[in-house]
């Protein structure tokens, strides 16, 4: 049981802005940064987002991150089809629990 | 190129050990901490394993402490799991992924634990 919560599912139109929360804690979101995957159907997952709002070099600029408090969030403007896919948040936790904790996972639909 | 390749995983019996390879390529890998991270069918991503670039820190999911045990041999550039105790929930996608940031990652091998 994932202790970052993501809703099930997102949709948009081509064009559109979709935007995915993620909730967490003051031990892990409160206090590290969050980094965001995207893994496309039958294909493992790969870096979108790290440190809050850093894109690797080759991620288009539309995909943009932002965090608050114990939250965070993924954006995704001018949506595109080759945009749907799943996207997990994820982050260090300070508790005994383990170390990097993944989120619940959120499956963006363009309809 | 920056590549990881995963191997040896396989239809098993609950009970029995698997190892699990990882083979890294396009990059100086005894300077990274190296993770395992695991996807049951049609579900989520769940955190594994982690292990320092010198192999003195390991860190595991309670979900496997005790039974899977992680470490790397930098003169090969390659990454273990190795799992005991194998239960059908440990049935999974098996990813192995660089650094704190977990990027890249390889293109997993598949364990399924079943009688």
């Known amino acids: 049981q994932s202790v970052l919560t993501q809703p099930p599912s997102a949709s948009g139109t081509p064009g559109q802005r979709v935007t995915i929360s993620c909730s967490g804690s003051?031990?892990?979101?409160?206090?590290?940064?969050v980094n965001w995957y995207q893994q496309l159907p039958g294909t493992a997952p790969k870096l979108l987002i790290y440190?809050?709002?850093q894109r690797p070099s080759g991620v288009p600029d539309r995909f943009s991150g932002s965090k608050s408090g114990t939250s965070a969030s993924l954006a995704i403007s001018g949506l595109q089809s080759e945009d749907e896919a799943d996207y997990y948040c994820?982050?260090?936790?300070?508790?005994?629990?383990?170390?990097?904790?993944f989120g619940t996972g959120t499956k963006v639909t363009v309809l | 190129e920056v590549q990881l390749v995963e191997f040896g995983g396989g239809l098993v019996k609950p009970g029995v050990s698997l190892r699990l390879s990882c083979a890294a390529s396009?990059?100086?890998?005894?300077?990274?901490?190296m993770n395992w991270v695991r996807q049951a069918p049609g579900k989520g991503l769940e955190w594994v394993s982690s292990?320092?670039?010198?192999?003195?820190?390991?860190y595991y999911a309670d979900s496997v402490k005790g039974r899977f045990t992680i470490s790397r041999d930098n003169a090969k550039n390659s990454l273990y799991l190795q799992m005991n105790s194998l239960r059908v929930e440990d049935t999974a996608v098996y990813y192995c992924?660089?650094?704190?940031?977990?990027?890249?990652w390889g293109q997993g091998t598949l364990v399924t634990v079943s009688s």
């Open positions: 003051s031990s892990n979101i409160g206090s590290n940064t």
């Open positions: 396009g990059f100086t890998f005894s300077s990274y901490t």
């Open positions: 992924a660089r650094d704190s940031t977990f990027d890249p």
């Open positions: 440190s809050n709002n």
């Open positions: 292990i320092s670039s010198g192999s003195s820190d390991k």
């Open positions: 994820a982050t260090w936790d300070d508790s005994l629990n383990g170390p990097y904790v």
